[in-house]
C-alpha cells in the first residue's frame, strides 16, 4: 500500500536487506528439550527406534512422501500433502517450535509423528504416519510425541485432530480424548474439531498407555529420560532407510 507523503524527503526507497526481514518474519524458537530417543518392543517381537529427524533424513523423506501423497485411500494422499509441507517447514523455519520423530525398525523408516509447541500451557498433535500394517506402529509413535509434550515440555494440554478414521479409532476413541466446544476451538488442520489431553487425565491414567495397548514400555535411564536400547548387532539402527517400490500404506 502506498500513502502520500506528508513532507518532502531525501529519497523515497530505502533498500532493506532481506535478512531484517527474516527476523521478523521467523519468531525466536523456544527453549524445548531434546529427544534423547526411546525403544520399544512391538507385538511381533521387532523393536521399534524412536528418534528425532536429523537434516540426513529429509532429502529421502520428502521423496517418499511424493509417492505416499498419490495413494488414494485411507486419507493418505491429504495426509501425506499436509506432512511433506510440515518436513519442508523444518529446512525453510516456517514451523513454529515443531518436534518431528522418525520410527525405525531394523533402520527402515516405518513410522513418523509430529507436533509443534503452540505456547508454555499447549502442544499441538499434527500427524502421525505408519508404513507398516497390523505392526500396531502409530501407537507408541503417537505416544512418544504425547509423552513429550506433557512430560518433558510439561504443557498443560495437549491438542489432536484426525484425518483418518484409523487415526481417531487408535487415539481419540483408545484414549476416549474429549473434545473442545466447536466452532469456537479449531484446529489448525482444516479448523477440524480438537480433541484433547490435560495433565489430569494424563497422570491419572494415559501414562502407561503404551504398557497398556504394546504389551511393553518406551525405555527410559536412571534419570528417568528415555533410553536408545540397542544391542552390537543394532549399530546402525539409527541410519534411516527407505525401501525402493511402491509407497505402502
Not at 517381537?45 to 498419490?70: C, F, N, T
Not at 518436534?99 to 505456547?119: C, P
Request: charged fraction near 25%.
Amino acid at each position: 500500500m502506498k500513502v502520500d507523503l506528508p513532507t518532502p524527503v531525501s529519497t523515497e526507497e530505502i533498500k532493506i536487506d532481506v535478512r531484517e526481514i527474516e527476523g521478523i518474519l521467523s519468531s525466536p524458537p523456544m527453549k524445548l528439550p531434546v529427544w534423547p530417543g526411546a525403544q520399544v518392543k512391538l507385538p511381533d517381537g521387532r523393536m521399534l527406534y524412536i528418534r528425532a529427524i536429523q537434516d540426513s533424513d529429509i532429502k529421502p523423506v520428502l521423496g517418499y512422501l511424493e509417492r505416499v501423497m498419490k495413494v488414494e485411500k485411507d486419507f493418505y494422499d491429504i495426509v501425506g500433502v499436509r506432512v511433506y509441507g510440515e518436513v519442508l517447514a523444518l529446512v525453510r523455519k516456517r514451523l513454529k517450535d515443531p518436534f518431528t520423530f522418525v520410527g525405525l525398525v531394523d533402520g527402515e523408516w516405518l513410522g513418523f509423528a509430529n507436533g509443534r509447541v503452540w505456547d508454555k500451557d499447549v502442544a499441538v498433535s499434527l500427524h502421525t504416519l505408519t508404513f507398516s500394517r497390523r505392526a500396531k506402529l502409530g501407537w507408541p509413535m503417537y505416544y512418544a510425541k504425547t509423552y513429550y509434550a506433557m512430560e518433558m515440555v510439561k504443557v498443560q494440554e495437549w491438542w489432536s485432530t484426525f484425518e483418518s478414521y484409523n487415526g481417531w479409532r487408535m487415539a481419540g476413541l483408545s484414549m476416549a480424548q474429549p473434545t473442545k466446544p466447536w466452532p469456537q476451538y479449531q484446529h489448525e488442520l482444516g479448523g477440524a474439531k480438537i480433541f484433547y489431553v490435560n495433565q489430569d487425565t494424563w497422570q491419572g491414567r494415559l501414562k502407561d498407555y503404551c504398557k497398556q495397548i504394546i504389551g511393553d514400555d518406551l525405555v527410559r535411564n536412571r534419570r528417568g529420560d528415555f533410553l536408545q536400547r540397542r544391542s552390537r548387532d543394532d549399530a546402525g539402527a539409527d541410519q534411516l532407510c527407505i525401501r525402493q517400490g511402491p509407497a505402502r500404506a
